[in-house]
């Protein structure tokens, strides 16, 4: 089963930012968390990691609490194309999909 | 970029026939990944695949599904004696041996078993 907790939806307003947020609190000293999204019908798709250092790329940035029991994906200015399920993964040898957060960006 | 391609896009068959779904992963990834997704649901592991074996497979794969690379590009998914129940999104993921966890996935095949 998925080690992560995730809010079933979210709404963001196109533009904005989006901040996603994750509860991992069982976390291991080892494990990295991992963000994908699977836009509808589509293949899943890596978004980022980290282990406990905050992280950025060219599609978003993770925030990793200090304690590492949860985090935040950022998506700095939502655009209509990131309406997607996003996955929250913690593991460190497997990708086990859980339930994800329907995020909605809305015009 | 690099991607996974997967073919076909879907697949029609009839229960009881047997179906073979195919991968051509990225070319210098080692890794090799099947996953499903029946509609509505999760997406869920099926099977991983490294140095010509399967090194971990779910309870979903059972002995109707084989996996198979049969040349140096091709990874292929068997399903012997289809259900109606297999009907689902087949994606093929494939990875670095080095970063395990940071999988690239094919746009899927869609089977639908009648």
């Known amino acids: 089963d998925a080690k992560t907790t995730q809010p079933t939806s979210m709404d963001c307003a196109e533009g904005r930012a989006a901040n996603l947020p994750c509860n991992h609190s069982t976390i291991s000293g080892n494990e990295y968390v991992y963000w994908y999204r699977q836009i509808h019908s589509q293949g899943p798709q890596y978004i980022i990691h980290?282990?406990?250092n905050n992280e950025t790329n060219e599609m978003a940035s993770l925030i990793i609490t200090e304690d590492r029991k949860s985090s935040t994906l950022i998506l700095p200015h939502a655009t209509l194309r990131d309406t997607a399920v996003y996955y929250c993964i913690v593991q460190d040898d497997k990708i086990i999909f859980g339930k994800g957060t329907r995020l909605h960006i809305l015009p | 970029e690099p991607e996974v391609t997967q073919t076909p896009s879907h697949q029609v068959t009839q229960m009881g026939q047997e179906v073979i779904l195919r991968c051509v992963p990225i070319?210098?990834?080692?890794?090799f990944y099947w996953y499903r997704q029946i509609l509505g649901q999760k997406v869920e592991f099926l099977v991983s695949f490294y140095n010509n074996e399967i090194s971990e497979k779910s309870e979903i794969f059972d002995d109707q599904f084989s996996v198979e690379r049969p040349d140096g590009s091709n990874f292929t998914l068997k399903i012997r004696s289809t259900k109606l129940e297999d009907s689902a999104m087949y994606f093929c993921?494939?990875?670095?041996?080095?970063?395990?966890?940071?999988?690239?996935f094919g746009a899927g095949t869609r089977l639908s078993v009648l």
């Open positions: 980290g282990l406990k």
């Open positions: 993921a494939s990875t670095e041996v080095l970063a395990k966890n940071i999988q690239y």
């Open positions: 070319s210098n990834h080692l890794y």
